[in-house]
């Protein structure tokens, strides 16, 4: 099987750039890509927030594998950052995320290119905030998907 990582990662991105309720929450984001990124990000310095990156994924053999098929399990790593007072904007935005891509939320598995998503749960959320320059607050996600090839 193929390593769907890339493909898993290109979905995640276009799911969310996709969503207008998301891009609402983005603002002063602008099309075409809403402040929602790849772990490279926009290129641009410093950071215009608030921002969304999307981390490659983490590929392990996969549990669908029991069922007679080839299969892989990756952990997506979705973070958010704002840089308001307090974790409002910062929620508001995971909360969006989550509805989009935990499996019972959604309701049906989101396509990935060339491969057979078979379900994606949210596993973990970490809430962090930091202060530099500003503040900034920063919500982790850990999405598990399940793929077959």
Same mark, same amino acid.
């Given at each position: 099987?193929?390593? $769907? ?25 602008? =099309? ?14 410093? *950071?215009?927030? $608030?921002? *969304? ?21 990756? =952990?997506?790593? *979705? ?14 935005? !995971?909360?969006? &995320? ?6 019972? !939320? !959604? ?10 998503? &078979?379900?994606?749960m949210c596993v973990q959320e970490q809430e962090a905030e930091q202060v530099g320059d500003s503040l900034k607050q920063g919500i982790q996600h850990r999405y598990q998907t *399940? &793929?077959?090839?």
């Amino acid at each position: 099987m193929a390593d $769907p990582s890339k493909a898993a990662q290109d979905a995640y991105i276009a799911l969310y750039r996709g969503d207008t309720t998301l891009r609402g929450l983005m603002t002063g984001a602008s =099309s075409p890509d809403w402040n929602i990124f790849d772990q490279g990000g926009s290129g641009l310095m410093p *950071v215009v927030f $608030p921002a *969304v990156f999307v981390h490659p994924a983490q590929s392990q053999i996969g549990a669908a594998l029991s069922f007679g098929t080839d299969a892989r399990d990756l =952990s997506m790593f *979705v973070e958010v950052y704002t840089e308001q007072e307090g974790f409002d904007q910062a929620r508001q935005i !995971a909360a969006r &995320i989550y509805r989009l891509t935990h499996g019972p !939320a !959604a309701g049906q598995p989101f396509p990935i290119s060339g491969f057979t998503h &078979i379900m994606t749960m949210c596993v973990q959320e970490q809430e962090a905030e930091q202060v530099g320059d500003s503040l900034k607050q920063g919500i982790q996600h850990r999405y598990q998907t *399940v &793929i077959a090839g």
